[in-house]
């Protein structure tokens, strides 16, 4: 498995990766503009939740390219990626159980929503954050829950609001999961550690 990191360690990947994901992150912000329209600017930065945690993973790959780390990005980018990931993936699926179609916009936020959470882990042995990073990124993503739940700034999947309490619930156990997702594969004592060398 070792030959897989040598891969995303190689400065070519990781700049392929840096402009993937920033084209993503822009064309995220973009996919919120009507949302970002109607959000009262007190609320604005946790609404465009994942371009935001695509924008963390962003950062972590430029310190990659820079020789660096950036802890708290790393933190943030994993435990959100990782977050919203799956949560888009799940939800894009419940659209297609309850209106029985996804149309092609539906099947490429999955796909790259997909490939968000992958890589947030695949990335995991280079990170070098601490438990306050991680009890810092808890704070950030269990108060945008509330945010999201308690004030409705979810993303708007209309035909999905009958569902909404169910969600919000799916989606806190879902943050508490990254979290534990987080700690695993970078704090834990016996996990597999790498540094990028560039």
Same mark, same amino acid.
């Given at each position: 498995?070792? *030959?897989?990191?040598?891969?995303?360690?190689?400065?070519?990947?990781?700049?392929?990766?840096?402009?993937?994901?920033?084209?993503?992150?822009?064309?995220?912000?973009?996919?919120?503009?009507?949302?970002? &329209?109607?959000?009262?600017?007190?609320?604005?930065?946790?609404?465009?939740?994942?371009?935001?945690?695509?924008?963390?993973? &962003?950062?972590?790959?430029?310190?990659? #390219?820079? @020789?660096?780390? *950036?802890?708290?990005?790393?933190? #943030?980018?994993?435990?959100?990626?990782?977050? =919203? @990931?799956?949560?888009?993936?799940?939800?894009? @699926?419940?659209?297609?159980?309850?209106?029985?179609?996804?149309?092609?916009?539906? #099947?490429?936020?999955?796909?790259?929503?997909?490939?968000?959470?992958?890589?947030?882990?695949?990335?995991?042995?280079?990170?070098?954050?601490?438990?306050?990073?991680?009890? &810092?990124?808890?704070?950030?993503?269990?108060?945008?829950?509330?945010?999201?739940? &308690?004030?409705?700034?979810?993303?708007?999947?209309?035909?999905?609001?009958?569902?909404?309490?169910?969600?919000?619930?799916?989606?806190?156990?879902?943050?508490?999961?990254?979290?534990?997702?987080? =700690?695993?594969?970078?704090?834990?004592?016996?996990? #597999?550690?790498?540094?990028?060398?560039?």
């Amino acid at each position: 498995m070792k *030959w897989i990191y040598s891969i995303l360690a190689n400065r070519s990947v990781l700049m392929l990766l840096f402009i993937v994901n920033f084209l993503g992150t822009a064309y995220g912000y973009y996919w919120y503009r009507y949302q970002l &329209v109607e959000t009262p600017p007190i609320f604005l930065l946790f609404v465009p939740d994942s371009p935001t945690a695509s924008l963390f993973f &962003v950062f972590v790959l430029l310190a990659f #390219l820079l @020789g660096r780390n *950036w802890p708290l990005f790393e933190a #943030l980018a994993i435990v959100t990626l990782v977050k =919203y @990931g799956i949560w888009a993936v799940v939800m894009n @699926g419940l659209v297609f159980i309850i209106s029985g179609e996804l149309d092609g916009a539906g #099947l490429m936020l999955m796909f790259s929503h997909g490939a968000m959470a992958i890589q947030g882990i695949l990335y995991a042995p280079f990170y070098r954050f601490k438990v306050w990073h991680l009890i &810092v990124t808890a704070i950030w993503t269990l108060h945008n829950d509330v945010i999201d739940y &308690v004030y409705f700034m979810m993303p708007q999947y209309h035909m999905l609001d009958d569902y909404i309490p169910h969600i919000g619930y799916f989606t806190f156990w879902l943050s508490i999961l990254s979290l534990a997702t987080a =700690y695993y594969f970078v704090l834990r004592k016996d996990r #597999l550690s790498l540094s990028i060398k560039i």
